[in-house]
């Protein structure tokens, strides 16, 4: 196939049914709204949304050495990792510049699922088996032996269990389990990308219509709708969760992230960018490198991605995601900016929006907590 052709899910024609605006999405054909994005933010935040997220690249990593293999490509200890768990985690070149964040499932003791973004599916794969070399375990492409679903909020707890026997109650959070949902065998993991409670539902594509259409009209009464790609960013967002390309890039290392202790020193043997990664890991100590922070607007301008943050006359750091909040009624921003403009609270700090210099409050991530 070549490079260029746009690839499409097991679900394309039901979301062109809907009257879903798509997009280009990492080169698949991808709802981003239904209706009002807005709308179906709030139906996440307050009841529960569907998403179709097939596009994210799913890598079996199999074998007696699948654990080791793990533990030397990505940074985290996945030797460790419960049969039935999962770890958010990253993948980093030998210089610490992180290639990807990643989601490791433990599906047996010696059968890993890792799911990558949709933009780096490819970069993690032949990261992956590059690695592989001299270890017994088989990494294999299965991003076509895949669809995913997303049931996301509040609510999809009951959602999910008027169409499965399998123990909900017993699902913790970053695990999961293999069940039967609307006839479909699935894998069920209870993750997101939402700051809401909600599940991800790992499918085969033959089986992503008939549960799709079995989740919409179980959630139908509960409030349950449809979800593009544009809330499920709005809703990261508040939740103050990275995206890669924006909070993450090859020219970060996961401690100038703020996400350091993804980085597993302690596990045995050594791991590709180890000394680099030490190296930046005693720099952030010494030196604080620029900070994550919250910025919420003071007025109505919306900050973008690139745009300057400014204190003083000065540039003291830049926006990587920038959006209005439905939730909080106010423009927000995630950027990276100089330690000593960082503390929740700091005054005197902008945003340059077209040469106007916008006054924006410092505050800790998330902007939005979930309640328990």
């Not at 997303?150 to 169409?163: C, D, F, N, R, Y």
């Not at 069940?179 to 790992?202: C, K, N, Q, S, W």
Request: net charge negative; aromatic share 6%; with cysteine.
């Amino acid at each position: 196939m070549s490079s260029t052709e746009i690839r499409h899910t097991a679900l394309d024609a039901v979301h062109r049914s809907l009257g879903a605006t798509m997009t280009d999405f990492a080169g698949w054909d991808m709802p981003l709204r239904y209706g009002s994005e807005r709308d179906e933010h709030q139906a996440v935040r307050t009841r529960a949304g569907l998403f179709d997220l097939s596009h994210m690249g799913e890598i079996t990593v199999t074998g007696p050495d699948a654990a080791a293999l793990l533990n030397y490509a990505l940074v985290g200890d996945l030797a460790s990792v419960g049969v039935g768990r999962a770890r958010y985690t990253m993948i980093c070149q030998a210089d610490g510049g992180i290639l990807d964040d990643l989601i490791v499932y433990r599906l047996a003791d010696t059968e890993y699922m890792v799911v990558a973004n949709a933009s780096n599916a490819q970069v993690v794969l032949d990261a992956l088996t590059e690695r592989a070399a001299g270890f017994d375990a088989e990494v294999r492409d299965d991003r076509d032996a895949y669809a995913l679903l997303a049931v996301q909020g509040p609510e999809s707890p009951g959602i999910l269990k008027a169409v499965t026997d399998a123990d909900l109650d017993g699902l913790k959070y970053y695990a999961g389990l293999p069940g039967t949902v609307a006839g479909v065998p699935a894998l069920i993991a209870r993750t997101g990308y939402t700051g809401e409670d909600g599940f991800e539902l790992f499918v085969k594509p033959e089986h992503a219509v008939q549960l799709w259409e079995a989740l919409l009209a179980a959630g139908s009464a509960a409030g349950l709708v449809p979800c593009g790609l544009s809330c499920r960013d709005t809703l990261r967002l508040e939740a103050g969760m990275p995206l890669y390309g924006h909070e993450l890039t090859t020219g970060l290392t996961p401690f100038d992230a703020g996400l350091g202790r993804v980085v597993k020193f302690g596990k045995e043997g050594d791991f590709v960018g180890r000394e680099a990664l030490a190296q930046a890991a005693e720099r952030a100590e010494a030196r604080p490198p620029r900070v994550l922070v919250g910025l919420i607007a003071e007025g109505r301008r919306v900050p973008r991605a690139g745009y300057a943050v400014v204190a003083g006359g000065e540039v003291i750091g830049e926006v990587t995601s920038g959006a209005p909040s439905p939730t909080l009624g106010k423009p927000l921003a995630i950027a990276y900016v100089d330690a000593a403009h960082a503390a929740p609270g700091s005054t005197g700090v902008g945003v340059d929006i077209r040469g106007s210099h916008e006054p924006y409050e410092v505050v800790a991530l998330p902007f939005y907590k979930r309640a328990k």
